[in-house]
């Protein structure tokens, strides 16, 4: 064993783990403000509790009278999964055609593509509930659902191209050779190969759909319908009283699942799943 | 060849000539049949929305009423604007430090945290952890509770003599803070990049090893231009990203994008504008000018990446 | 082939180009297409929905949005169930959120033709009527809604240009918190409750010193600078007219610079980092111990902390002995212009002021209710908080030397530019008399913006 590789194992062990203190710091604050009493949440911001209760838990569980946090889990799980489906189905499609095929009008379209990214929400927030509206999906999970399935999110478009395209041409050619079409291509060598980003892809719509507010608000209008981030805002009242002891116990609750997903697919990212037959 | 040899075969009665057009007209539709879904919700779901707003960009429009045409008053609007001016000049700054620290960060981290370091899962998962807490309602609480004039940086701060600032309110030093909390979230791209590396192939970094290249050596020559595809995706996205960066400055300042404009990102500033002040033909034009400006930017990315992006594929798109 | 295809795309195109713009532009006309929650698609509410469709003859639906925290919705969808049991042929959809978003997506709704029949408003209410999107309650006065006992100051906060359009959900007044248990700590004896601000500024310094940390009290901001015109027989804005000079701005901010220097006031950087959010204010966090509050927060304070305290009325003008608090609106409930069910809409507003066992339910949590009979009903069983609160109410309705003054057209707009103006002088970026005078031309530029339609 080489004396100076262990030392440099430890120093780089050592700066992983400071760092990481700093990263899981606000985690840690989290869980200990959501096991304080109410009223000492603000008025003794300390990270160690000095008294602790599950109340906040409880209390934030029952939400509201008809409702239980448990429903909003559901919900939000439901809009997460058809987009995480439909995102990797749809997008990889469009992303495959930008990469690897020929056709007319290519270049215009992915210049669309890239400015449906640029152009900030905000501005086309009201046409768009407009033309929701008069299909009649206020209220329902289609305008949270329907979009991803007709691959509107270009972030990930944009990001399997530069992924597809890093695959080498020398394997399309080759499958060529072997009688494969332009599908089979698609199905056997690229979806194979691109196994990294698109468990990317999955992770982060999943994420991004579970922690998205604001077009959530937008489209759902009773609680029954309500996901997880509406229902951790249900406890907030700018002027009057908030029960912020169950927003954390509901936060805490809420990252849960999300953190279990990250962790458990990372690994395929760094790792790819069993690849076997084409090397990369 | 070969293949085209096969199955002229089994299409005897077509000229080559023809059958060569049937056979690039039949890609064409397939092509355009990968395409589809996106065309349709494009079509349907987003280019109407965009013309509308192009057009709104040219009214005076108050949401609540019908809008009426005044042409390019918004946009003279808008350059006499003092504050428009004060909230491109907050955005720049934060594009121009956020996005350099927070791809480098990711990059470092992602190179540290690819290999088979024990128990790197975790780690993984931990440096992901504030990307997480996205926009959060807890943020806002968390950054004061951090950055505040009795926060934890002054406590530290203190612990070594120095007298600390009420950083998150002083206008000098609130964006600063945002900057911090930019670069802490940079999960996405460190993701991304460990996704990149992953697809260089190892048999590169076996042969580097056998020629006993340094490991830095082999970071400039393997891993960066193999990852430059990834790096211009992350490059591009940062920057669209952070010149529209909205929520965390409007968690943390609760809308107001304050103290004194210090945190009134272009966005924020839209939104106060389009949502609060009821300028919705006002927000338009300034969403379009967006557009534009970020349009530009993205095609000097583009074609600066023919020195610098290298493509398995040879390089055309 | 490639010809019939581009036409293909083009017609497409411009046919989406023009439902696109067509279907922004039948924003007021679209309300027709009956609501859309009824029609929600592929979950299990499904069946419920398609059964009330089918007796939408006698069944008339009301869309009932507000924001609140987890009591106000508790309560509040009690009523609901009292409601629909007193008036069988009508339901009620709630639609319910934090604040988050609240404003935001009723814009929105409102630009798609879209809105709920029946809307909680804030201190923004004037904004929706100069938009002409809310309903005028006139001809239900006397038939379906009671305004009988309810006090004159409440019904002009909802009256502009002549027109009642919503009715008051609850009493509030400017008062100050005072934290009892840090004048304890200090040994700084409790002010009288007539105090002027001459006794302000000796107390607080005095507060600032005796404790660790905490400053004798925080900026009362725009809503105390209201009271401060009032105590000087002026007003902020009143039927197109700005009642003060910008010599009165400066005076309020001077007045603050003042304290500052003294020592009694918190310094800048904590008083920019206070937040809206009474959980969050810099008294409960134990930065300062006397801040401005509206009474019906006063609960919300209270339980954010093991610390006591007090609400007291504001610091009296010892020049002209005004106190200058007057009684004010927390929210309103007003209909939606395009509502199908006036009538009904009416009714349910009514029945949520008026009827006494529904607001026996819903009690303080939006202030003090309106009716004097609901009122007097619920004070005996009130517990010791809003016992506070209401017997402060009525300090104000009986000693109140201040009319009831709305807020400024361009409402968001306005505090924003308040808000601004404090934090340049706060931070040295501008002498208080430039920024008072600068408030008060981009004030006058506001105010005509707003109402020049």
Known sequence: MNHRLSYSKVVTHGFIITLGVLMLYPVL?????????????????????????????????????????????????????????????????????????????????????????????????????????????INTILPLTVPKLLAT????????????????????????????????????????LAVPVLITTAIFTFI?????????????????????????????????????????????????????????????IVEGIATSGIKG | METSTVKQKSVPNLRPNQYKKTQTRKNYIIAYIFLLPWLIGFFSLVLGPMVSSLYLSFTKFDLLNPPEWIGLANYQDMFSDDKYWASVKVTLQFVFIAVPTQLIAALLVAVLLNKGIKGVGIYRTVYYLPSLLGGSVAIALLWKNLFGIDGIINQVLGFFGIAGQGWVSHPDYALGTIIILATWQFGASMVIFLAGLKQIPSELYEAAAVDGSSKVNTFFKITLPLLSPVIFFNLVIELIKSIQVFTSAYIISEGTGGPINSTLFYT???????????????????????????GVMTIMIFLSSKFWVHYEDGGKL | MKKIFYICLLAIMSFLIVSGCSSNSSGDGGNESKDSASESLGDSSQDESS??????????ELRVAWWGGQERHDRTLKVIDLFEEKYPNIKIVAEYSGFDGYFDKLTTQFAAGNAPDVIQYGGNLNDYVLKDVVLPLDEFVGNQIDISKHSESMLDAATFDGKLYGLTLGTTAWGVLVNKTAFDKTGVSLPSKDW?????????????????????????????????????????????????????????????????????????????????????????????AIESVASNQYGAYSNATKDEFLLYPYPYDSETGKNGVSLRPSQFFAGNKMTEHPEEVAKFIDFFVNDLEATEILGNDRGAPVNSDVRVNLIDKADEIDQAIFEYIDLVSETSDAPYIPNYPGYNENTQLFKETAEKIYFDQSSVEDAANNYYDKLIDNIKKYTEE
């Not at chain 2, 924020?268 to 970020?294: D, H, N, P, T």
């Open chain 3, 51 to 60: 059964e009330q469709s089918e007796e939408s003859d006698d069944v008339i």
């Open chain 1, 29 to 137: 604050w989290m869980v200990s403000s959501s096991i304080k009493p109410e009223n000492l949440i603000f008025s003794s911001p300390g990270l160690w509790p000095k008294e602790i209760t599950f109340n906040n838990y409880i209390n934030g569980w029952n939400v509201v009278r008809d409702v239980s946090f448990g429903l909003f889990f559901k919900n939000s799980f439901i809009i997460s999964v058809i987009s995480v489906v439909a995102n990797l189905i749809t997008c990889s499609m469009a992303a495959y055609a930008f990469a690897r095929l020929k056709f007319p009008l290519k270049k215009l379209w992915f210049a669309c593509m890239l400015m449906t990214i640029m152009l900030p929400a905000h501005a086309t927030l009201i046409p768009q509930y407009t033309i929701f509206h008069n299909l009649g999906w």
């Open chain 3, 196 to 288: 002027t601000w001459e006794d302000f500024r000796d107390l607080t310094p005095k507060l600032s010193e005796g404790l660790d940390g905490t400053y004798g009290t925080a900026d009362f901001e725009e809503d105390g600078f209201g009271v401060f015109l009032a105590q000087r027989d002026k007003f902020s804005y009143l039927d197109g007219e700005i009642g003060f000079e910008a010599t009165d701005v400066a005076d309020w901010f001077q007045l603050w610079k003042d304290l500052r220097e003294s020592g009694g006031a918190a310094v800048p950087e904590i008083q920019v980092s206070a937040s809206q959010t009474p959980e969050q204010s810099l008294i409960v966090q134990g930065d300062v």
């Open chain 2, 268 to 294: 924020l500033y839209l939104y106060q504008r389009g949502f609060s002040y009821f300028e919705m033909g006002f927000a338009s034009a300034m969403a379009w000018v967006l557009v534009f400006v970020l």
């Open chain 1, 153 to 192: 999110d270009g972030f990930f478009i944009f990001l399997m191209v530069q992924f597809f395209r890093g695959i080498p041409r020398e394997l399309d050619e080759s499958a060529i050779m072997d009688g494969c079409g332009v599908v089979k291509i698609y199905t056997r060598i690229i979806i194979p």
């Open chain 1, 208 to 268: 991004w759909t579970w922690d998205d507010f604001f077009s959530q608000i937008l489209y759902l209008n009773t609680v029954d319908k309500f996901t997880v981030p509406l229902g951790l805002r249900l406890f907030l009242d700018s002027q009057g009283e908030s029960s912020w002891g169950a927003v954390f116990a509901m936060s805490v609750l809420s990252m849960l699942p999300i953190t279990l997903i990250f962790f458990t697919f990372q690994r395929y």
